[in-house]
């Protein structure tokens, strides 16, 4: 399937949206095999569909693989759909660049920057165990702060309580 497939999540496309937060959905998937690209980044399968996954370099780099060798056979990761902008290319392929150095976006007839929805992978773990302590992690988190936003509201209605009595036994 290609990259550029049908996204997880729906994106808005317009000016009005671009700096609007979206949730994205994430996926738990179980990477196979892969290599590095010649710009760094990496190309992963998905061994139960096969599909393939850009991985970004410095996000392997992080736990320690820099080169196909670095790389286990079976690692772990989350699969997100990312919005990208779309820029302008060189002849050659490479990125047309600002005065800055930054990408050049491509635009549309009313000025909006064109983007696009990859699936990329945004977390590698190298074991299920690594992967599981992860989840867990912000599973208890989660509930930690449920229990504390609990005992807050609690706290509040102790004390709201304690004032209207007060407010009530108060002599007139």
Same mark, same amino acid.
Do not use: C
């Given at each position: 399937?290609?990259?550029?497939?049908?996204?997880?999540?729906?994106?808005?496309?317009?000016?009005?949206?671009?700096?609007?937060?979206?949730?994205?959905?994430?996926?738990?998937?179980?990477?196979?095999?892969?290599?590095?690209?010649?710009?760094?980044?990496? +190309?992963?399968?998905?061994?139960?569909?096969?599909?393939?996954?850009?991985?970004?370099?410095?996000?392997?780099?992080?736990?320690?693989?820099?080169?196909?060798?670095?790389?286990?056979?079976?690692?772990?990761?989350?699969?997100?759909?990312?919005?990208?902008?779309?820029?302008?290319?060189?002849?050659?392929?490479?990125?047309?660049?600002?005065?800055?150095?930054?990408?050049?976006?491509?635009?549309?007839?009313?000025?909006?920057?064109?983007?696009?929805?990859?699936?990329?992978?945004?977390?590698?773990?190298?074991?299920?165990?690594?992967?599981?302590?992860?989840?867990?992690?912000?599973?208890?988190?989660?509930?930690?702060?449920?229990?504390?936003?609990?005992?807050?509201?609690?706290?509040? +209605?102790?004390? +709201?309580?304690?004032?209207?009595?007060?407010?009530?036994?108060?002599?007139?």
């Amino acid at each position: 399937m290609s990259p550029y497939r049908e996204p997880i999540h729906s994106q808005i496309n317009n000016k009005k949206m671009q700096n609007a937060t979206t949730v994205p959905t994430t996926k738990n998937v179980i990477i196979e095999g892969g290599s590095f690209t010649a710009s760094g980044n990496f +190309s992963g399968y998905d061994s139960e569909t096969a599909e393939r996954y850009f991985i970004p370099g410095r996000l392997m780099q992080s736990k320690g693989w820099k080169t196909n060798e670095d790389v286990p056979t079976v690692f772990f990761a989350v699969l997100t759909d990312k919005v990208y902008n779309e820029v302008q290319k060189n002849p050659d392929g490479s990125n047309k660049l600002d005065e800055k150095g930054q990408p050049i976006p491509v635009t549309d007839e009313d000025g909006n920057i064109k983007t696009f929805t990859r699936a990329t992978i945004t977390k590698v773990y190298k074991t299920k165990e690594e992967h599981g302590d992860a989840v867990e992690a912000k599973a208890t988190y989660h509930g930690y702060l449920e229990q504390r936003a609990a005992q807050a509201k609690a706290s509040i +209605s102790v004390v +709201s309580t304690a004032k209207a009595n007060a407010v009530a036994n108060a002599p007139v």
